[in-house]
């Protein structure tokens, strides 16, 4: 894993293959942006299909449950923010993936 630099902002990040997608941040906006979120007055715009798919848990009623406490939450990411900061979870290696998985699927 090599190191980059953007020669824009001089920040270092830890691989040279996310140099394109940084470069992102200092284009005009909407420029390169390839998915729409399609709720009607929303707006959100992505480079990646994975954050549009993220994103539109917002939209969503689905729910994630914490399994420590009353808490719902909309997506696995903030899932996982709740409970290390509220329970002191400490994940075990590449589990995380596979409980947040089956968290959603018997929720």
Not at 11 to 23: A, F, N, T, W
Not at 61 to 80: M, Q, R, V, Y
Request: glycine share 8%; net charge positive; aromatic share 6%.
């Amino acid at each position: 894993m090599q190191p980059g630099q953007c020669d824009i902002c001089f920040k270092v990040l830890s691989r040279v293959s996310d140099l394109p997608r940084h470069k992102m941040t200092h284009a005009e906006p909407g420029a390169g942006m390839k998915f729409t979120c399609p709720s009607i007055g929303c707006g959100y715009q992505t480079t990646l299909r994975a954050n549009l798919n993220t994103h539109m848990t917002t939209h969503s009623d689905a729910k994630l449950h914490c399994p420590e406490c009353d808490k719902t939450l909309k997506n696995a990411s903030s899932l996982l923010v709740h409970r290390k900061s509220q329970h002191g979870y400490e994940p075990n290696g590449g589990r995380d993936e596979v409980e947040l998985f089956l968290i959603w699927s018997c929720s």
